[in-house]
């Protein structure tokens, strides 16, 4: 009998991520002159949630924080606290990569670009947990693409009609502009770059 799948959800307590997220949706919100409601509407997440992650109380699901970056059209990696720079050779070493990370389930959202570049392509690693799911996440901006590739367990892309199996060394190129989720259905982790790539 198979596990049930757990739906990376949010901790209750605030730390320095959920402060500085909540920091920068505020200044974001701020700057694009939109009220806590204005920004609810279009991002469908709760005027009470909002409130509560912009007072750095709530750490964001990766489902409702993708929501808030596309409604203030913005990136993921933006609100999160991007540390990458720019310039003609950059390092970002491993203990100093910028993570988003779920502490109940375990899910991790690791920033590996070194630099901002252009802004115009990412690359990130996300580690699913055995029986963890991203949910369903909202769709990019038009004409943005992923692809990724499975280095570690087995992992399940799934859009509105349709689930994509890959194994470790497959990959697998989309077009982001749909709602889709990645899911780890077995006992064993799972781990697997994506690069995002943005039209400017």
Do not use: W
Request: hydrophobic share 35%.
């Amino acid at each position: 009998m198979s596990k049930p799948i757990k739906t990376a959800h949010t901790p209750d307590r605030g730390d320095e991520l959920s402060r500085t997220f909540g920091a920068r949706v505020r200044a974001l919100r701020d700057a694009a002159d939109m009220t806590l409601e204005q920004l609810a509407q279009s991002s469908g997440v709760s005027r009470a949630m909002l409130s509560k992650v912009e007072r750095g109380e709530k750490s964001p699901t990766i489902g409702i924080a993708s929501r808030i970056a596309r409604s203030l059209q913005t990136s993921l990696t933006e609100l999160t606290g991007d540390q990458a720079t720019d310039g003609t050779t950059v390092i970002l070493r491993r203990a100093d990569r910028p993570i988003f990370r779920d502490s109940e389930t375990g899910f991790e959202r690791h920033l590996v670009s070194p630099a901002k570049g252009n802004g115009r392509v990412e690359v990130v690693y996300h580690y699913l947990p055995a029986g963890v799911s991203t949910g369903m996440l909202p769709p990019f901006p038009a004409g943005t693409e992923k692809q990724l590739v499975v280095t570690l367990g087995q992992l399940i892309l799934e859009f509105k009609d349709s689930k994509i199996h890959l194994g470790p060394g497959d990959s697998l190129f989309f077009i982001a502009d749909v709602e889709h989720g990645l899911i780890n259905a077995t006992d064993e982790p799972c781990g697997y770059y994506v690069v995002i790539s943005r039209q400017l």
